[in-house]
């Protein structure tokens, strides 16, 4: 059943959630702190866990695995609806301290990746990974 | 003939997440052909798909005057569902599938750290071009500092301290700057600042925070890296929300005086 898989994910991420926001009250801002996180090491485990027990047949699987295709697309609609109108109209102080922090950041990667073990580059994408893509 | 545009209207505007599938669809299928005939494959179709988005979400704007881009024009009102919050976060949550639990692991404390530097790496920034753009008093600074950081820290700091009701304004346009720079610009530098691994993902996602710029910027790099920087981009605005309007302010106060 397909939404197995699905309704898996969603549990995680409820949970997850809900987790951020104690954390959040904990900490006291009223925000999520790290709910996403928290989410993704629930299906983690709950994933390894339902495999050793031979509850994740295929179709349950997918019911995961078109979320996480649906990954781009979600993304493309997602800058669609920006405020990039407001982005673009914020005047030369906005745009600089915006544009100033975004480049220093990426800048300093580099040089914090350096910390700890180094880390392989991922494999080329396969014919079959680049053509779910595409 | 205006009741064949009303009926159709009507269908646009009563399946509004059934026509953002379609619209979204289609933008992909015009990225798709513009990677592989115009840049030969050079720039991915995710990142020009990415860039279609944002343009038309900026004529959407012009048109509406809104500030839901594309989103507040009522026949494409669907995407703000498609690329909301929620859906967003579970699909992040579902790229987590497969991960690799030792990578995370192993770049915990390099992620840690980068969100710290990342956090109050653009507090110090936003709050300097603030200084160079004549502003003097620690409520304005703090609040431009927290919008450099994202639009949502901005005005949860400005709010808590005070500031005008202008420059929260400033602070949210600082971070949607942000966002939107990092989801264009990242896919172009990836390659010059070694943005191919989980653990520059992880780092990646602490020193941009902005969950729109990260997992847009990621997914215009390589999808497989998503779930790495939504890692640590997950802890950022909430950190962020915390230090912003205590210890950023608090500084910034006994400095002024």
Known sequence: MILYGTAVLAVCLLVGKALGGLLGLL???????GGVGFAMILLLFASGWMRSKGLLPKPTERGMLFWSGMYIPIVVAMAAIQNVKGALTGGPMAITAGLAATAICMALIPAIAKIGAPSEPLPPLTAAERAEED | MNDVTDIIMGVFEDNGLVVAFAVVGIIMMVAGWMSRTLTRGHIAGSALAILIGLVLSYLGGLYSGGEKGLADIAAFSGLAVMGGSMLRDFAIVATAYGVDVREIRRAGPAGALSLVVGIFGSFIIGALVALAFGYRDAESLATIGAGAATYIVGPVTGTAVGASSEVIALSVAAGLVKSVAAMIGTPLIARYIGLNNPKSAMV?????????????????????????????????????????PSVFFFILHAMLG
């Open chain 2, 204 to 244: 990646f996602g602490g020193l941009i925070g902005t969950t729109s710029g990260v997992s847009g910027g990621l997914a215009a790099v390589d999808k497989r890296l998503v779930p790495y920087g939504a890692m640590t981009a997950t802890f950022y605005t909430g950190l962020g929300c915390l230090l912003g």
């Open chain 1, 27 to 33: 900490v006291g801002v009223d925000a999520d702190v």
